[in-house]
C-alpha cells in the first residue's frame, strides 16, 4: 500500500519536502500490521474456543471420562431349533406333526403335538415342504398362532414345483401354540433336507 507525496504533505503539513511524508506512512503500516496480528490472534482463538466447546460433554448427560460410548447393540442369533416330520411318508395329511431333539424355547404339546411357545421374544420361523412327486392340483400352506392368527402362507403346485419355502421374522408370546397345515391334505415327504421347520430366537 502507498500513498502520494502531495497526499502525505497536505495531511502532515510539509509542502517542502517528503520526510513527513514517509513518516506517515510508516505509522499506517506499523497500524495496519498490528491491527492484522490482532484478527489473527482472535480468530485463532475463536477456532481453539470453538473446538473446545464441541468436545465437552453437556452439563446435564456428564460422562465418565474413563469410558467410551458403546454402540446400541444389534440383536444377536441365540438359539436355534430344528424340526423334522413326525408323521407317516404314506397317507395324506393336512395337520403336520413334528419332532425335535431338544425343547429350549419351543416345546411339542404333549395333547394335540402342536409347538409351545416358552418365552416372550423376537422369532425368525422358516419352514421348507416337499410334496410327493405324483401330487398334483393346488395346495395352501399356512402356519397359524392361537394368538396372531396366520403367521406364514403361501400357495404349492405338485405339477410345476413340489418344493415350497417360505420364512419371516415375528413377535411370539408365551404359551402360543403354533401349528402347520395342509389344505387339501397331501403326501408329503418326509426326508428331513426336504421337508423341515425351522425357529431362531433373536436377542
Known sequence: MSLSAEYCSEKTGDRGGGGGALAHQRRLIRGLLVWATLLTLGLAASITLHFIHRESPAPDKPQDPGKHAQPTPTPKVTELMSFSPNWSGKDPVDLLEWKTEKNDFIEINSTDKQLK????????????????????????????????????????????????????GFKLSRGDLLNVTCKPKAKIQINHTLTHLGVIRLR
Not at 416358552?118 to 422369532?123: E, L, M, S, T
Not at 403367521?151 to 417360505?166: P, R
Open 117 to 168: 411357545v416358552k418365552y416372550d421374544g423376537q422369532y425368525f420361523l422358516y419352514l421348507q415342504l416337499t410334496l410327493e412327486p405324483h401330487m398334483k392340483g393346488n395346495y395352501t400352506i399356512t402356519m397359524q398362532s392361537n394368538i396372531f392368527g396366520v403367521i406364514l402362507k403361501g400357495l404349492t403346485n405338485g405339477s410345476t414345483h413340489s418344493t415350497f419355502f417360505m420364512g419371516k
